[in-house]
């Protein structure tokens, strides 16, 4: 009886590391969204910045796609500086499609050097998501 209470106890310690190691594996939550205008841009960064106090340990990135009629407003100085000093240093990305420039012949060396330029937006979302980006679409 003894010998069975103690191979129970040995193999109780020998899996006492395992539950602690699983408890430390949690993966960042990463984003991803999809934004037509500048004014959607502003409303997804101030949405981030609450998620990244309120997950601090478990915020990992968002990648902020910029797609459509309105990409034009990248290149718009006065409107990108605001928000490009609010995202420096943050995990925070902004994507410009490359399909939406040509479309509406946006050329893409105005596009600031803080924005990443792809060349299909839409598809690359979908690519994130099926990395397990969850979407934060407004």
Do not use: R, W
């Amino acid at each position: 009886m003894k010998i069975k209470s103690l191979m129970l106890v040995a193999c109780g310690l020998l899996f006492l590391p395992l539950l602690g190691m699983a408890q430390n594996t949690v993966q960042p939550t990463n984003y991803t969204s999809k934004v037509k205008n500048a004014g959607f841009l502003a409303a997804v960064i101030e949405t981030t910045d609450d998620l990244i106090a309120s997950e601090t340990k478990n915020f990992g990135e968002i990648q902020i796609v910029f797609c459509g009629k309105n990409i034009h407003q990248l290149t718009d100085v006065a409107m990108m500086n605001p928000i490009l000093k609010k995202i420096k240093g943050k995990p925070i990305t902004i994507i410009a499609c490359g399909f939406s420039l040509n479309k509406f012949k946006v050329d893409p060396k105005f596009v600031p050097k803080e924005v990443v330029v792809v060349d299909n937006g839409i598809l690359h979302q979908f690519q994130l998501l099926k990395k397990g980006y969850l979407s934060l679409d407004l």
